[in-house]
């Protein structure tokens, strides 16, 4: 059985999953975008020390900021840590808010392929009525699915159908995942919306004491990644440290920004009709709710 605990960012999955780990023997594998990055454990508010003793954890800290990254790169990496974590007869616990992960692992994933040579570019020169015309003709399931002006989709879907001679749609079928060879089950914490507002808000105000300043200071003066160079409090940060833009400004700009990112991942997750959700009270221990989540486990089995 693989497990996913997944949630809004600011919830308290990481005390929760460690918990829940010890419950059902397992080990925890991060489902987390940014926390994969090193040297950017205060603004991802990366697992203390402490936890990450008393349960194995994997994919944290483990590619530099500067490289650049995406959900193949991540799945080949789960997939072998659930490949180790079987071999030692433990339980692979997923944990975190990035829906994209969640999705590559659970239904499998469309592998990027090599396409003809200057395609794309003559793609892109053309107007997008043209293209979504022509995307009709050869994939209409694609098209009725992408945006009429989501051009970059598009290009995308014509990219392939131009190389392969296949339509995407019917590429995308074939795509295998965890669900296809093993039992999953995957629980989703949620919260009473403001309470999970003020537990955002006290979270960015800890990440100042812990550092945040310093440490920020010093991922900007590197040459990120596409994808670490979006980490909440990094652009909010750039504009105060160029002047732009008082500190106060900046960290209600970092305390926003976490509330409406937390609001879209429990969009994505409540599309999701596979997900188990648990309520996670206020005054709820992490310990009380992975003995729910524990429960719903057993009487699963």
Request: hydrophobic residues 40%; glycine residues 8%.
């Amino acid at each position: 059985m693989v497990v996913f605990l997944v949630g809004p960012t600011g919830i308290g999955k990481t005390e929760v999953s460690v918990k829940l780990a010890k419950k059902i023997g397992g080990e925890i594998i991060s489902c987390d975008s940014m926390q994969i990055y090193k040297d950017m454990n205060i603004i991802t508010s990366a697992p203390r020390r402490a936890l990450l003793k008393s349960v194995k954890h994997h994919l944290l800290g483990v590619v530099s900021p500067q490289k650049e990254w995406n959900v193949s790169a991540y799945r080949r990496l789960a997939l072998k840590s659930v490949k180790e974590i079987f071999s030692r007869g433990r339980t692979p616990l997923f944990t975190g808010g990035t829906g994209l992960y969640l999705s590559s692992l659970v239904d499998g994933i469309f592998e990027e392929r090599e396409t003809l040579p200057g395609l794309r570019a003559s793609l892109e020169a053309l107007d997008g009525g043209i293209l979504a015309r022509r995307l009709a003709k050869v994939d209409p399931e694609a098209s009725k699915k992408i945006h009429l002006h989501d051009k970059k989709r598009i290009v995308r879907a014509l990219e392939v159908y131009e190389s392969t001679g296949h339509p995407i749609s019917a590429l995308q079928k074939r795509r295998n995942g965890l669900a296809d060879t093993h039992t999953v089950r995957i629980f989703c914490l949620s919260m009473d919306r403001n309470d999970l507002y003020a537990r955002i808000d006290a979270r960015v105000e800890k990440m100042f004491s812990l550092g945040l300043l310093k440490e920020a200071k010093s991922l900007l003066g590197r040459r990120l990644s596409r994808t670490a160079r979006y980490a909440i409090g990094l652009r909010e940060l750039k504009s105060y440290f160029k002047g732009e833009i008082s500190l106060d400004s900046a960290k209600e700009l970092i305390k926003r920004n976490s509330r409406r990112y937390a609001k879209r991942q429990l969009t994505w997750f409540r599309k999701d009709k596979r997900i188990i959700w648990v309520e996670a009270g206020r005054r709820d221990a992490p310990e009380r709710i992975a003995g729910r989540i524990y429960s719903l486990l057993k009487d699963g089995d």
